[in-house]
């Protein structure tokens, strides 16, 4: 069955580290990789997107990778802040079009 | 950028009645919109894929006659939820692609969120 897999579980460090977020996919030939942040009681908000064909996409402070091989894609955040606090989700987007399929997210706690 | 708006924000409606929820998308047409629902510390499901001028695509376990959509124009959709019941309490998103330079990423409503008491 297809699957996206984030870590459930808080992801805590501390202000001006890299936080590095999984996600891995099995069964799915994605054309397109997003992460978006979604903040509690608002909708997600779109950060990067990555093709099948690129293997990392940077902005700003924000780094993502994507590995077709592995089927995973790690998002960093350098030199992180306590704003930065947040649920991370990555969503596939299906070679039918614009669909797109979301992982669980895995919540980010940035502590000053 | 892109900015979808969703109204209303907040809706809390008797079991048995029906309550419509907007989404446009304000400085770019969207031919395409999407709506999702959320349950608390859950991610987003998609409920349907709502086109301009076409009846909507349901996903497998949502009731179109429940859920009813109606895309009219190329900025606004609506969906409609009938004869609303306690378990349709949700937080409730729509989303929509500006479709720019072949990519998908999609442009989010700030949410409805619904309580059926």
């Known amino acids: 069955s297809q699957k996206i897999e984030q870590n459930s579980e808080a992801l805590n460090i501390q202000e001006g580290k890299t936080a590095t977020l999984t996600c891995n996919y099995t069964?799915?030939?994605?054309?397109?990789l997003q992460w978006y942040r979604q903040d509690p009681g608002r909708g997600p908000v779109f950060l990067l997107l990555?093709?099948?064909?690129?293997k990392e996409k940077r902005k700003e402070r924000l780094k993502v990778t994507f590995d077709t091989t592995l089927k995973q894609s790690l998002f960093h955040i350098t030199a992180s802040q306590p704003a930065d606090s947040a649920t991370y989700l990555c969503?596939?987007?299906?070679?039918?079009?614009?669909?797109?399929?979301f992982g669980g997210g895995t919540r980010l706690m940035v502590k000053p | 950028g892109a900015v979808v708006s969703q109204h209303p924000s907040r809706v809390i409606c008797k079991s048995g009645t029906s309550v419509k929820i907007e989404c446009r998308s304000l400085?770019?047409?969207?031919?395409?919109m999407f709506w999702y629902r959320q349950f608390p510390k859950q991610s987003l499901m998609l409920m349907a894929t709502?086109?301009?001028?076409?009846?909507?695509?349901?996903e497998q376990g949502v009731e179109k006659d429940k859920f009813l959509i109606n895309h009219a124009s190329l900025t606004l959709s609506t969906l409609t939820v009938t004869s609303a019941h306690p378990e349709d309490s949700s937080f409730y998103i729509c989303?929509?692609?500006?479709?720019?330079?072949?990519?998908?990423?999609?442009?989010f409503g700030p949410g409805t969120r619904l309580t059926v008491t």
């Open positions: 400085d770019f047409q969207a031919t395409t």
């Open positions: 069964n799915y030939s994605p054309a397109y």
């Open positions: 709502s086109n301009e001028g076409s009846k909507a695509t349901y």
């Open positions: 990555i093709r099948e064909n690129e």
């Open positions: 989303s929509a692609g500006p479709g720019t330079s072949g990519t998908s990423e999609q442009y």
């Open positions: 969503a596939l987007n299906n070679n039918a079009g614009n669909m797109l399929t």
